[in-house]
T-cell receptor
Framework: QKEVEQDPGPLSVPEGAIVSLNCTYS??????FMWYRQYSRKGPELLMY????GNKEDGRFTAQVDKSSKYISLFIRDSQPSDSATYLC??????????FGAGTILRVKS | ETGVTQTPRHLVMGMTNKKSLKCEQH?????MYWYKQSAKKPLELMFV???????ENNSVPSRFSPECPNSSHLFLHLHTLQPEDSALYLC?????????????FGSGTRLTVV
């Protein structure tokens, strides 16, 4: 079983839609959870960071972690064509290495 | 220059060639990483360096040889590669003890082995 599972998609939505991206993980020791965004021909860039359970909001983006169900989510409100990218979830224990999901390809159509 | 810089951006090499990938970070971080990214697969961690000492080698074949002369530079030396080694190779850096900063990635080197 992979430590972090993520559906690779692609997920295609119309402009303005609410997007929900999800991951599950198996290691209950994970404490730090991140979402990276990767545009074509670029490296991943850190989009959102969450410590332990709870929600974190930044503009149109909301990251949510539910440690009881080992579920990580990223919501994008009012999605834009510029949001089209691959979104990678990642998790880590303190002092250990980041473990990544496979990434979900998102396409927002205008 | 800021962030993490990788060169070259693209590389095509034959199976008998020897080439090197270069990574440089300008962030003052003390840890550097090599990752392999293949389509529809999670990022594969290859090597980790902390304070220029190798701390992790994830069963990577010996045809990949890393070098870290100082905490700002990282190389990946390649020789006698196989076509299945074709992928995007990403370098990243981080600051140990600053988990909330995550990793900073370069733009990667797109490697094609022919």
């Amino acid at each position: 079983q992979k430590e972090v599972e993520q559906d690779p998609g692609p997920l295609s939505v119309p402009e303005g839609a609410i997007v929900s991206l999800n991951c599950t993980y198996s290691n209950s020791a994970f404490q730090y959870f991140m979402w990276y965004r990767q545009y074509s021909r670029k490296g991943p860039e850190l989009l959102m960071y969450t410590y332990s359970s709870g929600n974190k909001e930044d503009g149109r983006f909301t990251a949510q972690v539910d440690k009881s169900s080992k579920y990580i989510s990223l919501f994008i409100r009012d999605s834009q064509p510029s949001d089209s990218a691959t979104y990678l979830c990642a998790a880590m224990e303190y002092g250990n290495k980041l473990v990544f999901g496979a990434g979900t390809i998102l396409r927002v159509k205008s | 220059e800021t962030g993490v810089t990788q060169t070259p951006r693209h590389l095509v090499m034959g199976m008998t060639n020897k080439k090197s990938l270069k990574c440089e970070q300008h962030l003052g971080h003390n840890a550097m990483y090599w990752y392999k990214q293949s389509a529809k697969k999670p990022l594969e961690l290859m090597f980790v360096y902390n304070f220029k000492e190798q701390t992790e080698n994830n069963s990577v074949p010996s045809r990949f040889s890393p070098e870290c002369p100082n905490s700002s530079h990282l190389f990946l030396h390649l020789h006698t590669l196989q076509p299945e080694d074709s992928a995007l190779y990403l370098c990243a850096s981080s600051q140990e003890g600053k988990a909330n900063y995550g990793y900073t990635f370069g733009s990667g080197t797109r490697l094609t082995v022919v």
